[in-house]
Structure formats: C-alpha cells, structure tokens
C-alpha cells in the first residue's frame, strides 16, 4: 500500500466537534434528511469531572486536561425535530486577533436520540436490514466495533439473499464466495465489510476511520442492490419526453 492510499483511509472519519453556540453542518435531521441542528436555547450543559478539577491543582496543569460532560436538546432548522445528544468535553487554547488567547471548549458526541443516519439508506431496503443498521448509527459514536458488528449481521442477510446453494454448515466466507460473478463488484465490497466485521466481532478494536469506511461501502452495496426505482422512473420517463421535444420540456 502506498502513503497515499494509507492516508485517505485513514483520514474517513464522521464524529466533529460540537460547540455550544455551533453544531457541525454534517449533522444532519435524519427525520427529513435536510435540516441542519442547533442547540434549543438554555438546553446545553456541561460539567468539569472530578477528576479534571483535582487536576488543575497540580502545578503543570494545562487546559487541555480538562475532562467533561454535557447534554443538551437539538432542534431541526428545517422541520423542527428534536434530538437529546450528550456526550465528552475538552478544552483548548486558542487566539483571537482581538481578544489574544482564550480557553476554547468542544465537545465530542457519544450519544444522539434519534439516531443520525451516517448515510441515507435506500428506500428500498428490505426492513430487517433496515433496522440492523439503524440499530449501527445508534452504536456508532459509543463504540465503533460494536456498530461495525451490526454491519456484519445486515451483511449476513444480504449475502444469504445473493448466495446460490448455500447450507447451514456455511461459515459467512463460503457463502460470499457462491455469490455469482455477476455481482462481482458487490461481491468484492461484501466481503471487505466481512473483513471489518471479523475483527470488530474477535478483536473488538475498530477505529473510527474503519467504521466510517464500512458505512461508506455499506451505502454503495445498498443503492447497488436496492434502488430508489420510483426516482429512477420518474427520471427515465422525464428522458424520454426531452428526447421527443429535442430539448426541455418546460418551454413555453
């Protein structure tokens, strides 16, 4: 593997830090799919550990020792959807032309409900795999390896829909290899998610990068196989009526 390539996997990541008066734009409402969040006004809190406060005791203390905790309650711009998020905080020092240095605090989400959705699923996704990776974004800021395990068991599902002659003795291995040669590409991301899911399952060590890897490839296997075919009829339909106008259709 090339520097390259080992940096770009690496640097996949989907957790941003939050502060009190700003929520990161890739937070989306995952009830309409648009919105941006905010903070509902006097819902944030946050709270110093006790052990971050004996800290600043010792004599090398420095901001970035700083340990705590928040909640809050988020609102949709958009549709007005409330989600409840808590989750780890630090602190930093910054500079501001103005003001010189200042004690910057963010915060790191472990926790939202609803859930976010990390990528949009497919309408047509069969409903058990549905709620299998639903089940994923809910783990997803807590504890990487257990939501990349979900993952594995929506995988396990797909492949035994794709697979031909499978048997009970079948280990997840065998039965991607008799998925047929026509779904090779899927084949090929099926079984890296395979992979991710093993060591999430035996290793319990997945990183973010990884998961955020899995969640991306998950999304390509899913629109592959399940398509938003009433999207796809409408514009196919719009295809052939600008083809018989020689051009657009809302012309005057």
């Known amino acids: 593997m090339n520097i390259e390539d080992h940096m770009e996997y690496i640097n996949r990541s989907f957790i941003e830090k939050i502060y009190k008066n ?8 995952s009830s309409c799919g648009e919105g941006a969040l905010d903070f509902i006004d006097d819902t ?3 709270f110093e550990s006790n052990d971050s406060t004996l800290a600043q005791q010792h004599e ?3 901001p970035e020792w700083i340990e705590q905790v928040f909640s809050g309650v988020l609102a949709c711009r958009n549709c007005n ?4 998020v ?5 602190a930093e020092e910054d500079y501001d032309e103005e003001y010189g240095k200042y004690i910057c ?3 790191y989400p472990k926790y939202f409900f609803p859930e976010l959705h990390l990528f949009k699923i497919p309408i047509n996704t069969p409903k058990k795999i549905h709620e299998i990776i639903i089940s994923s974004f809910y783990l997803a800021w807590s504890d990487f390896s257990a939501s990349g395990n979900k993952l594995r068991v929506a995988l396990e599902i797909i492949v035994n829909d794709l697979a031909e002659n499978v048997n009970k003795k079948d280990t997840l291995g065998n039965k991607i290899a008799k ?6 590409s899927i084949k090929n991301m099926i079984n890296a998610i395979k992979w991710l899911g093993n060591q999430a399952s035996h290793e319990a060590r997945l990183k973010e990068y990884d998961l955020a890897f899995a969640y991306e490839v998950t999304d390509l296997v899913l629109n592959e196989l399940y398509p938003d075919t009433v999207k796809k009829d409408s514009l196919l339909k719009h295809v052939d009526l600008v083809n018989k106008a020689k051009g657009s259709i809302a012309k005057s």
């Open 105 to 107: 605090e963010y915060f």
């Open 22 to 29: 700003k929520v990161p734009k890739v937070y989306k409402c």
């Open 86 to 90: 808590s989750g780890i905080g630090g």
């Open 60 to 62: 090398d203390w420095e």
């Open 44 to 46: 944030f809190h946050c």
């Open 179 to 184: 998925i047929p040669d026509k779904h090779l």
């Open 81 to 84: 959807q409330k989600f409840a």
